[in-house]
């Protein structure tokens, strides 16, 4: 009981009120400009919405997972957790855009890369955090995550394969990728299911 008042706590955290409104808004927007004049049409919105969300949960989840080096592990749990509840919430726009879309890909593929990737990229931003505290390039946080974003998104490029990115596998269902990035998330996510008896490292 106690961790989750602890997660509601979380939620209730100003960083997180903003990520979910502007995630929202965001989405909002992209149907708002991608849906044709006649709302009955069939349209390709939901692969540019998809596109659109799964992106950014990735992005911020790298991003938190990166900051984390002086968080205990307690409150890394709470803040993956934190972006999986985003993940979940945003499902009912991925599903309304999908709706209309009828791609040709299950209804369930952008709900579980979603949850995948974002759990597989956080656990990057765990190693990211290891590299930036050892180089002593911290301060370089935010450029080191949309480096590391792009260098996945160019591997698959140069791969021709739906491998790291999750830009790549939205459109194209990929079991390879979601192996890969669940047995990421496995190992990243499993270093954080342990008593947490320390304190978090100071600087």
């Not at 979910?20 to 006649?38: K, Q």
């Amino acid at each position: 009981m106690k961790f989750f008042s602890d997660f509601t706590l979380r939620l209730k955290r100003l960083d997180i009120l903003q990520l979910a409104i502007a995630i929202f808004g965001l989405l909002i927007i992209s149907i708002v400009f991608t849906w044709p004049a006649d709302f009955y049409q069939v349209n390709n919105s939901f692969f540019i919405v998809s596109l659109i969300r799964v992106s950014l949960l990735c992005l911020i989840a790298l991003y938190y997972g990166s900051s984390s080096k002086f968080k205990s592990q307690k409150e890394k749990r709470l803040d993956i957790m934190a972006i999986i509840f985003l993940a979940i919430v945003t499902i009912p726009i991925d599903i309304a855009s999908y709706s209309l879309s009828i791609p040709d890909i299950p209804v369930y593929w952008s709900p579980i890369l979603a949850i995948v990737d974002s759990l597989a990229y956080f656990s990057l931003g765990l190693v990211l955090a290891q590299i930036l505290y050892f180089l002593h390039l911290r301060f370089l946080t935010a450029f080191a995550v949309f480096g590391l974003a792009s260098a996945l998104f160019m591997l698959d490029i140069n791969l021709g394969l739906a491998l790291s990115s999750p830009a790549h596998a939205i459109s194209k269902p990929s079991l390879i990728h979601l192996l890969v990035m669940l047995a990421i998330a496995i190992i990243g996510i499993g270093s954080l299911i342990k008593n947490d008896s320390s304190q978090p490292e100071s600087s």
